[in-house]
Structure formats: structure tokens, C-alpha cells
């Protein structure tokens, strides 16, 4: 094919727009993400992210839950973009106080470690919301689940937005349609919703955040609700924790579909999952297939870690991941 530099008065406009366009399809193409992203410019990146990763996790087994959700909950507001690490400033209140965060958001010592040996393996190259998205998936295989390709070249946001992180967070007390609203939002399908909330199967929950289901939802197992309300008064000891999935708290499996089909999620959100709705098939599905699940869980991963990422030009690569450059 002829070079640019062989253009002429003479050349068709069509074949000039036809080179232009190609020109702009190429620089999009180039802007985004690609499992190789560091490869030449940091190729020790994602083992450095890995062994900081597997080491929290040794040291405290509920940090790998803590850790994938700081991906989930940078992932709903802004996009991947590192915006829910960033402490608040003059200019803008960040995501750190919002109801779905405030109190609950864990493990911003670990991400803030990683970081620090980052840059001193190559100076302002790996994002801060890579770094989420790696940290994600290796908590999960430290827990004992499954892996995925992560795809790389996300950038840092420079604001953060406290109202987004109220209002685009699914909520504790989110019904069956307010979830599957939720999600679609973000342009993840309702079968992705099932298998993201799967995450469930290790972690633990504030007392306010099921207080009310277990005074007051009827589709809960008495012998559950039970146990849960000598430790989560109807007032008072907001903080008190309870594991989401009491069966295997500390595993990545699929006690916590099992747990639906036995009355027994810890969360209003989680038993809407299963109960006569829409859901129902494919929480039995993942209760009875362990690879079904697997599979399905990293593959919504990877299409929640591609939400709305800065790329190319856009945004920037922090330094500090709590604070802009």
C-alpha cells in the first residue's frame, strides 16, 4: 500500500478520507486495554501486585474479600478509574464517606504498599486502578477461586464523586428488579449480576447493613436470624460483623448460592437472588456446578473491569493512589 506521504492533488478524496479514517481507527485501537499493556514497560508489575497480594491474604484471609471489593466498588462509580481510593480534597469530596463506603472500605494499606514498590520498579507507569483490577483477581485465586486475564492500560481519575457512589452502588436493601436496574446501568447483563454477586461467598457485613432482614424479612431461616440477632441488636452495634457466607467465610466456592437455596442470605439483596424470581435457575445452576460458576464469575470480571476505563491521553498515573498528581 502506498505511504500518506504519497498523496497528491490528484488523489481521490475518497481514498484520503479513507486513509484519515484509518489513521483514527488505529489511534482508538491503540487506547485500549490489553493484557500485555506493561509488558515492555513493567513487566514485573503483575508479580509484584501478586506476591503483595498473596501475602495480605496469608497474613488475614478476609482481606482478599476487601480487595475485590474495592475493584466492585471503584468499578460503579466513574468506571475503573482508581476514583474510590482518592482521599477528599478542596476542590472535591471524595467516595471514602459515602453510605455504600463509609466505615466498610478495606484494604487501602495493602493497595497503598503495592503502589510504593511499583514506583520504585518503574516510576509512574502502573495505574492505581490496575492495580485494583490485579489485586481483584489475585485475591480471588488466593482464596481459592478461579483466574482470569485482566486487562491492562487503565488510567487514574483526578476528581471522584461522592454522590455517584451513593446512587450507583446497589444498595443492601435492593429488591430483584432494583438489582438487575443496577447492573444494566453499567451495562451488565442480569446473568453477570448472578455470577457477580458470587463474591458473596467470602467476606463479612456490618450489622445496619442486615439488620433489617433479620427482623423483619419473612424468607429468612428462623435458626439464622436467630443466631444473627444475639450478635446485631434491633439498636446499636452497627459494626458488629457477621460473615456473608457463614458456611465457608474465608472461601472462594459456592456455599454462598447453596446458602439461597436455603433461606439463609445474609443480605435482603442476596435471597432476592433466589425466591421465586427470574433468578432462580441460574442460582441453582452455579449451587450445583462449581466450574459453571467459575467461569461465568470470570467472565463478568472482566466485562465490570472494562467499564467506562480512561485511556490513552485521559486521566493520569498517580504517584500516590489517595492523591491526584
Request: aromatic share 8%; proline share 3%; net charge neutral.
Amino acid at each position: 500500500m502506498a505511504s500518506l506521504s504519497g498523496i497528491s492533488s490528484r488523489t481521490p478524496l475518497a481514498l484520503f478520507f479513507f486513509f484519515c479514517c484509518c489513521c483514527c481507527f488505529a489511534a482508538t485501537a491503540s487506547a485500549q486495554l490489553s493484557s500485555s499493556f506493561y509488558n515492555a514497560s513493567c513487566p514485573n508489575a503483575l508479580p509484584i501486585i501478586q506476591s503483595a497480594v498473596k501475602a495480605a491474604v496469608a497474613k488475614e484471609r478476609r482481606m482478599g474479600a476487601s480487595l475485590l471489593r474495592l475493584h466492585f466498588h471503584d468499578c460503579f462509580v466513574q468506571g475503573c478509574d482508581g476514583s474510590v481510593l482518592l482521599d477528599d480534597t478542596s476542590s472535591f469530596t471524595g467516595e471514602k464517606t459515602a453510605g455504600p463506603n463509609n466505615n466498610s472500605l478495606r484494604g487501602f494499606d495493602v493497595v497503598d504498599a503495592i503502589k510504593s514498590k511499583l514506583e520504585s520498579a518503574c516510576n509512574q507507569v502502573v495505574s492505581c486502578a490496575d492495580i485494583l483490577a490485579v489485586a481483584a483477581r489475585d485475591s480471588v485465586v488466593a482464596l481459592g477461586g478461579p483466574s482470569w486475564t485482566v486487562q491492562l492500560g487503565r488510567r487514574d481519575s483526578t476528581t471522584a464523586s461522592f454522590s455517584s457512589a451513593n446512587s450507583d452502588i446497589p444498595r443492601p436493601d435492593f429488591n430483584l428488579t432494583d438489582l438487575i436496574s443496577a447492573f444494566s446501568n453499567k451495562g451488565l447483563a442480569t446473568t453477570d449480576m448472578v455470577a457477580l454477586s458470587g463474591a458473596h461467598t467470602v467476606g463479612q457485613a456490618r450489622c445496619t447493613t442486615f439488620r433489617a432482614r433479620i427482623y423483619n424479612d419473612t424468607d429468612i431461616d428462623s435458626s439464622l436470624a436467630a443466631s444473627l440477632r444475639s450478635s446485631c441488636p434491633s439498636s446499636g452495634d452497627d459494626d458488629s460483623l457477621a460473615p456473608l457466607d457463614a458456611s465457608t467465610p474465608t472461601a472462594f466456592d459456592t456455599c454462598y448460592y447453596r446458602n439461597l437455596l436455603s433461606n439463609k442470605g445474609l443480605l435482603h439483596s442476596d435471597q432476592q437472588l433466589h425466591g421465586g424470581g427470574s433468578t432462580d435457575s441460574q442460582v441453582s445452576s452455579y449451587a450445583a456446578n462449581s466450574a459453571k460458576f467459575f467461569g461465568d464469575f470470570a467472565s463478568a470480571m472482566v466485562k465490570m473491569g472494562s467499564i467506562s476505563p480512561l485511556t490513552g491521553s485521559s486521566g493520569e498515573i498517580r504517584t500516590n493512589c489517595r492523591k491526584t498528581n
